[in-house]
């Protein structure tokens, strides 16, 4: 049996793991693929079929002057099938990707392009505010473009979320500053500040071939509201996420009713009656980045927030904001703030409570892009940080991949991906064999990085896995009343966790002989002895 000498928690007390040696497979890096010639560029959405095939999209600076995308499909060896590029003469800003019952790839965004690819057939073939939602059709055997409409009102408008029911109908969610953005069986049928001042949400339904809108509604309160995704229940419920700013957002059957920034709300199939919707955060800045929904109706947020006081559950992986307290500064050196964390909330389905909240991260600042989740309820983030004692032995700034369980209580696997720009665009899928794809950006200046990850016999080919039989610092540290501890195993085997005092006396076993899986894992400990009283050398209060 193998031993591992641990951390100090405080000065007086020390961990010991000790693990028995057995083999057991590790997470393996099946492809890596670059997608380079771009200016400036990063994965930014993503998507698989049931064959093994990746579809990408990509963003870029076009002519140094113009937000540009593209689309790719990658087949199962991550070599590039095909490469469709989108370059209008303004802004063309591609947002998410869905797969339809045909194979066909639906890609919602925006554009200020007057000569984006729009097919004779469109629904709108006319640009008419400043920014226009569009939906593409692409061929799934080549990435020729099938079909393409703008559809928007006299300002501003901007797709960012996109979903399909089995009937092949098309959901998009986002956000439109437009007075007259077209309503049809509207929940909300005016915007709540004419005179382009605040922007709403926006939900729309389009038929299956997109020539004709079957539900179209505003959806906000006073001031500015973003939709940035939607998903379904299985009765066909519309789930929505995003941002606001509105002190009288809409709220019902609220986990929280104090105005925030994030706001997630449930609308019938039928979009007339609001079954739920609430407010989330904490005091400081949150920030929702992306979100998904499972079988069950449940909503998964990935966000960044610099708020201790963002609610979590007992028993979460991380319950307690470790970024550093107003360690983090801007350009001006006075202007302190709390280092941003990563969280990932699951709601409960009828968004009353929670059915668990976690911060997943380091003393310095990291942030999610992107949320998946897999058919055990497995949570799996993408993002980066920029932290040396994130979970997982990270490297210096890296695109950060990782696995929650079903109960947000400990990590599947990490995997980290150097890069020097690390904070661009990143996403995240999980095929139907329960591999994750990933996407984002290597190399400097960026270039689009696509990479599949499975379980194999071993370790090939991501700059780091992780492998190593690690004893991590416990977190917070000092503490008070509880500390998470958190350590890595390179195998599958039988693990005992101790507490010591410094004099070597046993204060309390964490673990017994347990068998845990190879990879992260993480323990909390409430600083009570085998007896139940406070352990003195560990009473250090840490906020």
Request: charged share 20%; hydrophobic share 40%.
């Amino acid at each position: 049996m193998r031993t591992v000498t641990g951390l100090p928690l405080l000065a007086a007390a020390c961990l010991v793991l000790a693990m028995a040696s057995s083999a057991a497979a590790m997470p393996s890096v099946d492809y890596e693929t670059v997608l380079d010639g771009y200016f400036l560029s990063a994965g930014k959405g993503l998507t698989t079929d049931e064959a093994g095939n990746a579809f990408v999209i990509g963003r870029y600076i076009g002519d140094s002057t113009h937000n540009d995308f593209l689309v790719a499909k990658l087949d199962p060896q991550g070599d590039v099938l095909w490469t469709t590029e989108v370059a209008g003469d303004g802004h063309d800003v591609a947002e998410d990707l869905v797969l339809d019952a045909s194979g066909r790839l639906l890609v919602t965004g925006w554009t200020a392009s007057e000569d984006f690819p729009i097919t004779p057939d469109a629904m709108d073939a006319t640009l008419t505010g400043f920014r226009d939602v569009f939906l593409l059709m692409l061929s799934p055997v080549d990435g020729s473009i099938l079909y393409g409409t703008f559809f928007g009102g006299d300002y501003t408008d901007e797709g960012h979320g996109i979903a399909l029911n089995d009937a092949g109908d098309i959901y998009i969610v986002g956000t439109t500053g437009s007075t007259d953005f077209p309503t049809v069986n509207a929940y909300q049928n005016e915007p709540n500040a004419p005179l382009y001042i605040y922007t709403d949400v926006f939900i729309t339904v389009l038929a299956p071939n997109a020539k004709a809108i079957l539900y179209s509604t505003y959806f906000g309160g006073f001031e500015d509201d973003t939709g940035l995704r939607i998903g379904l229940d299985a009765a066909g419920n519309m789930i929505i996420a995003g941002g606001t700013n509105s002190d009288d957002f809409p709220v019902l059957d609220a986990v929280s009713s104090t105005p925030n920034e994030i706001f997630v709300s449930k609308l019938s199939a039928d979009g007339s009656t609001l079954l739920y919707s609430t407010y989330f955060g904490g005091g400081d800045r949150d920030r929702l980045m992306s979100m998904a929904v499972d079988d069950g109706g449940h909503a998964y947020l990935a966000g960044t927030t610099r708020s201790i006081d963002l609610p979590t559950t007992p028993g979460a992986f991380q319950e307690y904001l470790i970024g550093e307290i107003n360690g983090c500064q801007t350009y001006v050196p006075v202007d302190f703030f709390n280092c941003d964390d990563t969280f990932v909330t699951k709601m409960a389905t009828d968004g009353t409570g929670l059915a668990y909240s976690t911060f997943v991260a380091g003393t310095e600042i990291e942030e999610a892009r992107d949320i998946a989740v897999d058919a055990l309820g497995r949570a799996h983030v993408v993002g980066w940080t920029g932290s040396s004692d994130f979970p997982g032995e990270p490297l210096d700034v890296s695109v950060v991949l990782y696995q929650l369980d079903a109960n947000g209580a400990e990590l599947g696997y990490t995997v980290f991906k150097e890069s020097g720009s690390a904070n661009a665009d990143a996403a995240v899928a999980v095929g139907t064999s329960g591999d994750a794809y990933m996407t984002g950006s290597a190399n400097v200046p960026a270039d689009i990085y696509v990479a599949k990850i499975s379980t194999g016999e071993e370790y090939t080919g991501v700059d780091d896995v992780v492998e190593r039989m690690v004893l991590h610092q416990n977190s917070p540290n000092p503490f008070n009343p509880t500390t998470r501890i958190a350590f890595s195993l390179a195998e599958t085997g039988p693990v005992n966790l101790s507490v010591y005092s410094a004099s070597g006396r046993l204060v309390r076993v964490l673990i017994a002989n347990e068998e845990r899986t190879h990879g992260p894992h993480s323990v909390v400990w409430d600083g009570l002895d085998a007896d139940g009283n406070a352990a003195a050398s560990c009473a250090t209060p840490a906020h």
